[in-house]
C-alpha cells in the first residue's frame, strides 16, 4: 500500500513538473492579462503589441501618413452599452438589488461589471485593429494606467466594509461603476459615427 501511494505521490509530482516547464516556455506573443488578485475576469493587454507595431510602420504606404485616431462605430456602440444597461435593468436580481439585499447586490453587480468588462475588452480589440500604432501605444499606457487606479479604487470601497456583508457589493459596485464609464470614455474619445 505505502509503495503504491508512494507511486501515486511521485507520478502525479513529474506530471506538475512536466506541465509548469511548458508553462513557463511560452513566447513573446502571448497575452499579458493585468488582472486583480481577487477578480476572475482579466483586462487584456497583449505583449504582441510592441510586435504589431513594428510590422504596421514597416508596411505603411505614404497615403497612411495620416494617424488614425478614431474609427468608426460610435453610434453602433452606445446603442450596445445601453442595451446591456436595459438588459441589466431587467434582471431579476435588480429588483431585490434596489431594495438593498446583500446577495442579490452581490450577484446584479458582479454580473454587471462582467458584461461591461467584456463590453470593454470587445472595443479595446477593436481600436487595437483600426488605430494607428503610435495611437494604440498611447491607449495602451493609459489603459494600464487606468486598470491599476479602476483595481485601487475598488479595493479601499472593499475595506470600508471589511469584514462585513458589504464588503463584497461595494467591491463590486465600485468595478461596474468604473468600467462601465471606461466603455462609454472611449466610445466617445476613439470613435466617430
Known amino acids: 500500500m505505502k509503495r503504491r501511494n508512494l507511486f501515486v505521490v511521485m507520478t502525479l509530482s513529474v506530471m506538475l513538473l512536466v506541465g509548469m516547464s511548458a508553462c ?82 452581490k450577484s446584479y453587480y458582479g454580473v454587471s461589471y462582467e458584461k461591461y468588462d467584456d463590453a470593454l475588452n470587445e472595443i479595446y480589440a477593436l481600436l487595437k485593429k483600426e488605430l494607428s500604432p503610435e495611437v494604440m501605444a498611447e491607449l495602451k499606457t493609459e489603459q494600464l494606467k487606468w486598470i491599476e487606479e479602476k483595481e485601487e479604487k475598488a479595493e479601499k470601497e472593499r475595506l470600508k466594509y471589511e469584514g462585513g456583508t458589504f464588503e463584497y457589493v461595494a467591491w463590486y459596485i465600485s468595478l461596474y461603476e468604473s468600467t462601465k464609464d471606461r466603455c462609454y470614455e472611449l466610445v466617445e474619445e476613439y470613435m466617430t459615427n
Open 24 to 105: 513557463s516556455q511560452s513566447s513573446e506573443s502571448d497575452a499579458v492579462s493585468v488582472t486583480n488578485s481577487n477578480d476572475s475576469s482579466a483586462d487584456s493587454i497583449t505583449a504582441s503589441d510592441a510586435n504589431e507595431k513594428e510590422t504596421s510602420v514597416e508596411s505603411s504606404t505614404p497615403e497612411q501618413d495620416e494617424p488614425v485616431t478614431k474609427v468608426e462605430g460610435k453610434q453602433t456602440y452606445i446603442e450596445k452599452l445601453d442595451d446591456i444597461q436595459m438588459e441589466l435593468d431587467a434582471m431579476p436580481e435588480k429588483k431585490d438589488s434596489d431594495k438593498g439585499v446583500t446577495i442579490a447586490m
